[in-house]
């Protein structure tokens, strides 16, 4: 999962070493979910992209589409050269959260693709990672409600990726990171450390993506809310008005505005006069 264009397809086709999946330069329109499976030495390794699958804070309706699956790792993929976060950001956080529940991000491995970058500045390489990384995690941390204390509970590692065509290869012809680490089978093991530190995976069941809605919960005593505003607030005011009244007090702008216009309420007969022009 991840922000659009990103880079989710591109990584899925990486890993499986095949082009499954759909990618675009451009935003496409009706992309579905799609699964891909792919069986060696035993295993059989199912993955999900999930194009579009955020819209307005809110996971849509294709979040259907992972009922009754259960997720072992969640990739949350994003570009390592970013330079700022953004509402987006956020919304897609706390729409996984809400939909997913926050246990997902024990089960998270974060992928930043695009990681044959020449980092601005002449800044160093890993120095800008770091930061990146740092940058981003807050984010998570702060959409997903991760207090201090729970850091540890989730680790959110994180794994680089570079799709490109272009990326450089080593003598054996995989695909390397800048500082020469093979990044396929580095992402394979991050996968597996995320999948076997011990949490549990995620069942998505409808209770799940319903999720304990907090607009909903308040719902319910909007009734009484306004019942107190009413008998406590308005009737005060109301008091206080009708007291002012009867005790002849007028505010500044009333004398003026009777100074100037004479007695009477003209705003008032005007209305009348209006809505009952016999009157
Ligand atoms: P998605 O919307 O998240 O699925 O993103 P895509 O996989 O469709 O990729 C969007 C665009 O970014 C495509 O033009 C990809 O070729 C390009 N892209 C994806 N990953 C990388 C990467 O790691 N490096 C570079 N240079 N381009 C990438
Ligand atoms: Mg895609």
Same mark, same amino acid.
């Given at each position: 999962?991840?922000?659009?264009?990103?880079?989710?397809?591109? #990584?899925?086709?990486?890993?499986?070493?095949?082009?499954?999946?759909?990618?675009?330069?451009?935003?496409?329109?009706?992309?579905?979910?799609?699964?891909?499976?792919? #069986?060696?030495?035993?295993?059989?390794?199912? %993955?999900?992209?999930?194009?579009?699958? %955020?819209?307005?804070? $809110?996971?849509?309706?294709?979040?259907?589409? +992972?009922?009754?699956?259960?997720?072992?790792? +969640?990739?949350?993929?994003?570009?390592?050269?970013? $330079?700022?976060?953004?509402?987006?950001?956020?919304?897609?956080?706390?729409?996984?959260?809400?939909?997913?529940?926050?246990? &997902?991000?024990?089960?998270?491995?974060?992928?930043?693709?695009?990681?044959?970058?020449?980092? /601005?500045?002449?800044?160093?390489?890993?120095?800008?990672?770091?930061?990146?990384?740092?940058?981003?995690?807050?984010? &998570?941390?702060?959409?997903?409600?991760?207090?201090?204390?729970? $850091?540890?509970?989730?680790?959110?590692?994180?794994?680089?990726?570079?799709?490109?065509?272009?990326?450089? #290869?080593?003598?054996?012809?995989?695909?390397?990171?800048?500082?020469?680490?093979?990044?396929?089978?580095?992402?394979?093991?991050?996968?597996?450390?995320?999948?076997?530190?011990?949490?549990?995976? %995620?069942?998505?069941?409808?209770?799940?993506?319903?999720?304990?809605? /907090?607009?909903?919960?308040?719902?319910? $005593?909007?009734?009484?809310?306004?019942?107190?505003?009413?008998?406590?607030?308005?009737?005060?005011?109301?008091?206080? &008005?009708?007291?002012?009244?009867?005790?002849?007090? +007028?505010?500044?702008?009333?004398?003026?505005?009777?100074?100037?216009?004479?007695?009477?309420?003209?705003?008032?007969?005007?209305?009348?006069?209006?809505?009952?022009?016999?009157?």
């Amino acid at each position: 999962m991840g922000k659009g264009g990103v880079g989710k397809s591109s #990584t899925v086709n990486s890993i499986v070493g095949e082009r499954v999946a759909n990618v675009s330069a451009f935003q496409s329109e009706g992309l579905r979910p799609m699964m891909c499976s792919r #069986t060696r030495a035993g295993f059989t390794l199912n %993955i999900i992209d999930t194009p579009g699958l %955020i819209e307005g804070g $809110y996971i849509n309706e294709q979040a259907r589409f +992972l009922l009754e699956k259960t997720i072992d790792v +969640l990739l949350y993929v994003d570009r390592l050269d970013t $330079y700022r976060m953004d509402t987006l950001d956020e919304q897609v956080i706390r729409a996984i959260t809400n939909s997913l529940g926050k246990a &997902i991000w024990r089960r998270t491995l974060v992928v930043l693709t695009h990681a044959q970058l020449s980092p /601005p500045d002449g800044i160093d390489y890993n120095d800008f990672l770091a930061r990146r990384s740092e940058s981003l995690l807050r984010y &998570i941390r702060s959409g997903a409600g991760i207090g201090k204390r729970e $850091y540890a509970d989730f680790p959110l590692p994180i794994a680089l990726a570079e799709n490109s065509g272009r990326c450089k #290869t080593n003598e054996n012809g995989a695909k390397i990171l800048p500082d020469g680490t093979p990044w396929i089978p580095n992402l394979m093991k991050e996968i597996t450390i995320v999948v076997s530190n011990g949490s549990k995976s %995620i069942h998505v069941d409808q209770k799940l993506i319903d999720g304990p809605n /907090p607009n909903n919960r308040w719902k319910k $005593y909007i009734p009484l809310i306004l019942a107190v505003q009413y008998f406590f607030v308005v009737k005060g005011i109301r008091r206080a &008005i009708h007291s002012d009244i009867s005790n002849g007090k +007028l505010d500044d702008w009333e004398q003026r505005y009777r100074d100037l216009v004479g007695s009477g309420n003209p705003v008032d007969q005007k209305v009348s006069s209006s809505r009952n022009p016999k009157a």
